[in-house]
């Protein structure tokens, strides 16, 4: 995940307060993303997770997700994302929340919204939840497509709102496809519109129901429009002393594009001192951690690298606690992912950012290439933008004066 505003406020507001430093960086342990059960009351064209609406056998059950949360957090595990399907569908959901917070951990809700009540937002209020990300695929028209469900938009829209108004922390998640890319900009006009805390602008990755939409995956033109736009909109927002986050993930080429935009657009006003203080914060995130700080936990309790990587399991919280399963040196895919750098090949071996992007979101690579460490296709930078030159290529000049520029 890359936290645009925390470098556009490094860019152009140094002075501001430090942002508190989250609990991810201060701790040992991954984030644990944790998909509590699959059950969902929609069927979303892009699922990751194949949900739908009844329940799957051999789940974990409530007594094993609290034996869970003690193993986690003895490990050091900081951070909780719980999803599903539809979180809110657990008949316990209410009780694994007010117990994970009591242990400490900084918990976050990703839902779809569609079945929050104001009896549910005033006992997550009491509960102090982190974080509360709901989806929205586009404008009414749009989500309910992809939602496939007639007025999904606005009971997501509903319950945004009720979040909102009992202080909750709320976010919307776009998730971006070719399809969808010209909602956007309205999109990110609701946003302020309703004064929502956080936009999240998410790639489309090519897992679960997202497998078939791979043809549908944006042009890289339109992603790198689409990605300007959120850009442009967290610095308006800045600028205007306005304290909303701006996120993206699932694509770690936009650590790069963030500073060739700064560069290219800004860098006259901001100065060469602001520049490398950015650059230099954003070769210390490094890019994608899927495997080093990012794990998941599916609903049958199987261990994975991260949420897109249900196809390679590498242990069974049924069978070791996830401290064992994730100290486990015996997995290659594992051991690849924790290099570093990692063992990376085609143009994103030969890419001179790789220490920002760190080697870019490796699950499109295995199931466009059938190689983890195949170049990721969803990289939408030009060779010449990441230092490759082809010698034999007609127009190689000319890409090394772009480059330059």
């Known amino acids: ?49 194949f949900a739908a609406d009844f329940d799957f056998p051999g789940e974990l059950s409530t007594p094993e997700i609290m034996d869970v949360m003690d193993d986690l957090k003895s490990y050091g595990v900081p951070v909780l994302i719980l999803s599903g399907g539809e979180p809110m569908m657990h008949p316990d959901i209410l009780p694994i929340l007010s117990r994970a917070k009591s242990m400490g951990f900084y ?3 990703s839902t779809n919204g569609t079945t929050l009540t104001p009896e549910d937002v005033e006992v997550l209020a009491e509960q102090k939840v982190d974080y509360i990300g709901i989806s929205l695929d586009g404008l009414k028209e749009r989500h309910d497509y992809v939602r496939r469900e007639e007025g999904s938009f606005d009971k997501a829209l509903r ?34 519109e309703e004064n929502i805390d956080k936009f999240y602008l998410s790639h489309l990755n090519y897992a679960g129901r997202g497998i078939g939409n791979r043809r549908d995956d ?30 993206s993930g699932n694509n770690d080429a936009d650590g790069v594009f963030l500073k060739m935009w700064l560069e290219k657009h800004h860098l006259a006003d901001i100065g060469q001192e602001r520049m490398d203080k950015v650059i230099a914060m954003l070769e ?22 991260d949420s897109m990587w249900w196809g390679h399991t590498i242990g069974s919280v049924k069978k070791r606690p996830f401290s064992e399963i994730w100290n486990d040196p015996q997995d290659p895919v594992m051991d690849g992912l924790r290099q570093k750098p990692r063992p990376v090949t085609g143009r994103c071996g030969e890419c001179k950012f790789i220490a920002i992007c760190g ?44 480059a330059a520029q």
């Open 218 to 247: 944006v042009m890289l033109e339109t992603t790198r429009k689409a990605v300007e736009l959120v850009f442009e909109s967290c610095a308006e927002d800045i600028r205007n002393g306005i304290k909303r986050d701006y996120v």
């Open 1 to 49: 995940m890359l936290r645009i505003s925390q470098y556009m406020r490094a860019a152009f507001a140094p002075e501001t307060k430090p942002q508190r430093v989250s609990p991810a960086a201060r701790a040992d342990g991954p984030v644990v993303i944790w998909n509590l059960l699959r059950r969902c009351n929609l069927k979303c064209r892009h699922c990751y997770a």
């Open 107 to 109: 918990v976050t809700l």
């Open 159 to 192: 319950g945004i709102r009720l979040c909102r108004d009992a202080g909750l922390p709320v976010g919307a998640r776009f998730t971006l496809t070719k399809d969808n890319a010209e909602d956007l900009p309205g999109l990110l006009d609701l946003v302020k």
């Open 284 to 305: 210390r995130w490094g890019g994608n951690s899927t495997g080093v700080k990012v794990a998941n936990i599916d609903n049958m309790g199987d261990v994975h690298p």
């Open 359 to 402: 080697g870019n979101t490796r699950t499109r690579a295995l199931q466009a290439c059938d190689d983890p460490w195949a170049s990721d296709p969803g990289c939408y930078l030009s060779d010449a933008e990441i230092g490759i030159f082809k010698s034999d290529s007609p127009d190689s000049s000319d890409a090394k004066v772009e």
